[in-house]
């Protein structure tokens, strides 16, 4: 389990993912930025009366960043604008509030995901 749990999230944090998927618009090309964050704890006592206990947690976010816009028809750096999105502008605050609708979904595809593997994994056991 901490085999599929670790692979499942150095494929999710890959470099290849800070990057999204470029969308053609017209004559632009948009790629999305995003950053992402992670943290794991872990722990573990006795109590006075002998009893252990133990307990672990994670948690993450992703956050976008910035927008690659890339014109078609103007060639070489002059044709490249970044905007970043952690002013608090139009455009942040509209892919802000769309990230967050979207983050409950991501959650539970990731969970199906990871739960079809442990399925596979149990049956060839």
């Given at each position: 389990m901490v085999k599929t749990t670790a692979d499942e999230l150095a494929r999710l944090i890959s470099p290849a993912n800070v990057?999204?998927?470029?969308?053609?618009?017209?004559?632009?090309?948009?790629i999305p930025v995003v950053e992402y964050g992670l943290g794991f704890g872990g722990g573990g006592g006795r109590s006075s009366k002998g009893h252990d206990g133990e307990g672990g947690g994670g948690g993450g976010g992703i956050s976008p960043v910035a927008l690659v816009l890339i014109s078609k028809k103007t060639p070489g750096p002059?044709?490249?604008?970044?905007?970043?999105l952690r002013k608090e502008g139009p455009i942040a605050q509209a892919i802000s509030a769309v990230s967050e609708k979207l983050a409950p979904q991501a959650i539970e595809a990731i969970q199906a995901m990871v739960g079809r593997r442990a399925g596979k994994s149990g049956e060839q056991g």
């Open positions: 990057l999204g998927t470029p969308i053609e618009i017209g004559d632009c090309v948009v002059e044709g490249v604008t970044i905007y970043s």
